[in-house]
């Protein structure tokens, strides 16, 4: 099953870098023509790029499920570290923290803990939105139970509640309701796989109010040095200013997120960060306008050093996808 993951996250990627070109000069071509039949025929053939562009983004995931690296870490810090990305795919929606003030140890990956939650919050969206969009989200940490002190993280929302037919065969790929919801369903079945490797389970209930997801995970021993106070956050930007270019989204915000919590300033267009230079620049291979934008981060900042992102690359200059928060700061760090 790990092969055929991988597999299939490879081929989605490259893929996905011969889509890039066709949609970015195809959109070029869109301004420039006139004939409305023309126009309507190109955008029937931008649809479908963008379509597959979409496929190939959810199937790249599989690569990144397929290299689980469990480790014990501190899973409130993990927690809060995705607070913007829930903000992002949230919207107007409320979130309500009832997490302890100090680290607690669990066994999860670091890089999938992200993908997991964003497919979690994503769901969550989805469901509220379908309302007036302004719910509730709550993200609770239950005491240790049993002998073994497994640890049970919550996510609730206020949206409908699962079908009855989705919520029977739940963590089952293609699962959802596609009247309802315009997701593939693959999000949420990966996840489910990805815990399990970690040793935990992930399941879901409705509930009088809405729905509720349940991550179970075990318990590992955390550091000192793991665990960070999460209301201390680092001085942002005391350890540099950074350009972080990568199409995926939830790549680029759990990337963003790790440095910000490292103290680094990261920004995703040239312009936002002012008069600032940039330290760092690190731009994913098959960007749009990929050649254009490190020409242009080269006239703003001569002297940034430049890393590429790119999956099974690594060693110089080159960063392997997904990376680790460890992966970025030894590059950015010089370790």
């Known amino acids: ?36 039949d023309d126009q309507a025929d190109l955008k029937e053939l931008l649809t479908a ?29 993990a927690l809060r570290s995705a607070e913007t990305m829930f903000a992002k795919k949230l919207g107007a929606a409320t979130i309500q923290w009832e997490l302890p003030a100090v680290g607690t140890g669990a066994q999860f990956d670091p890089v999938q803990f992200f993908m997991v939650l964003d497919h979690i919050a994503s769901n969550a969206g989805q469901a509220m939105s379908t309302g007036s969009g302004k719910g509730t989200f709550t993200v609770s940490l239950a005491e240790p139970a049993g002998d073994d002190g497994e640890l049970a993280v919550s996510f609730s929302d206020t949206g409908p509640g699962f079908p009855e ?26 996840s489910r796989s990805a815990v399990m490797e970690w040793g935990g389970r992930l399941r879901a209930e409705n509930t009088d109010g809405g729905a509720r997801i349940v991550l ?18 680092a001085t942002a930007g ?18 963003a997120s790790d440095l910000r919590s490292a103290g680094y300033e990261v920004h995703a ?18 960007y749009p306008e990929e050649m254009d934008q490190l020409v242009a981060l080269k006239a703003h900042s001569p002297d940034a050093t430049l890393f590429r992102l790119a999956t099974g690359m690594s060693g ?12 970025l700061l030894e590059k950015l760090q010089g370790e």
């Open 216 to 233: 179970t995970l075990l318990p590992g021993t955390v550091s000192q040095t793991q665990t960070k106070p999460v209301d201390q956050p």
């Open 1 to 36: 099953m790990r092969i055929m993951q991988r597999f299939a996250g490879n081929t989605a990627h490259d893929m996905n870098n011969i889509l890039t070109p066709i949609v970015g000069f195809g959109r070029m071509l869109n301004e420039r023509l006139t004939d409305e």
């Open 238 to 255: 005391s350890a540099g200013c950074v350009l972080l270019l990568e199409s995926e989204a939830s790549e680029s915000e759990r990337m």
């Open 269 to 286: 267009t040239l312009d936002s960060a002012g008069e600032r230079p940039f330290d760092f620049g690190l731009v994913a291979l098959g």
């Open 316 to 327: 110089g200059l080159f960063i392997t996808k997904p990376a680790t928060k460890r992966s």
């Open 165 to 190: 037919d989705v919520l029977k065969n739940f963590g089952l790929p293609f699962n959802t309701d596609q009247k309802e919801h315009k997701l593939s369903g693959t999000g949420l079945a990966l």
């Open 49 to 77: 790029a963008e379509r597959g562009m979409e496929l190939c983004n959810r199937y790249g995931e599989m690569a990144h499920f397929s290299q689980a690296e469990t480790l014990p870490g501190d899973l409130v810090h």
